[in-house]
């Protein structure tokens, strides 16, 4: 049996995972997939005390070898459920079963879909969630970027330099991202903002062709041709397999502690309630957390 168990290899379970080994904790993290959290699909991460810029991908690399360093072990598996016998804790994975002492739940946050029609059904053949991963596929071509957040500035920024044309469709008149975002975005000539606005629906043969846009106001429509769209409408947290109580959206609810409402189940990082989802937050969670589930296990 593990002292702990760490779901999700992200800045917070990595982050979690070091302070964990430290403390002496025999600790396993589980990973789901190879690209480890959403921060490996971002560009340019220019908020990382120490690294004024450095590439998503890269800074998720050395967090690894970090925790390589450390002796942090980590294996393969989708956990399924989690459920609580006595003093232990049981996991059950795609690949089996395993135990432990505590465990703290860090599987991030995915996109949020729209839900409109033409979303789905384009989904990789113009539709997509990540600049990073799809925007040289639209190297002088038109697509539109749909939400006002750090995401869809961030991203609408990378593809400026790809596209001919970015469109920034957003439901309200004033964007939601910060100030350096706005204002960077504001200084590209190929960046137009079509405010008060929703994506109504995507058309095209085999791949996009057409957008219909609806301004919330007046109720008028436009069809407009487009390539591409690129959706960030926020994200959905990865946490519908464990069952501690939760928001309505599914987000973990913490103490300050980054305690669960189940003892020695902890959550930290972007699938958690929390003021801000930056790698910054991250991974002040995880060490958290692992000071939590030390102190948890400790006492045992
Ligand atoms: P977000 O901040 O929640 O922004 C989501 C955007 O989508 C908002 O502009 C929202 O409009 C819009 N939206 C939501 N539902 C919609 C709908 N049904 N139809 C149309 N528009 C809709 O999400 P995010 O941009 O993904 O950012 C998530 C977190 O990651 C934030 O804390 C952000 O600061 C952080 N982040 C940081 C960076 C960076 O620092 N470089 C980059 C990416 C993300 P309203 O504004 O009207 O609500």
Known sequence: MYDLVIIGDGPAGISAGIYAVRYGLDTLILEKDVISGQIALTDIVENYPGFSSIAGMELMDKFKEHAQEAGVTTEDGEVLNIKSDGDKKIISTDEGEIEAKAVIIATGANPQHLGVPG???????????????????????????????????????????????VYV???RDELRATKVLKDRAFSRNNIEFICDTILDEVLGDGSVEKVILK?????????MAMDGVFIYVGVVPNTGFVDVDKTGAGFIITSDRMETSVEGIYAAGDCRVTPLRQVVTAVSDGAIAAASAHEFVSEG
């Open 119 to 165: 979303e789905e059904e384009f989904a990789g053949r113009g539709v997509s969630y990540c600049a990073t991963c799809d925007g040289p596929f639209f190297r002088g071509k038109n697509v539109a970027v749909i939400g006002g957040g750090d995401s869809a500035i961030t991203d609408a920024l990378i593809l400026s330099n790809l596209a001919s044309k």
């Open 169 to 171: 469709v957003h439901r």
């Open 215 to 223: 301004n919330v106001k007046s109720g008028d429509t436009v069809e």
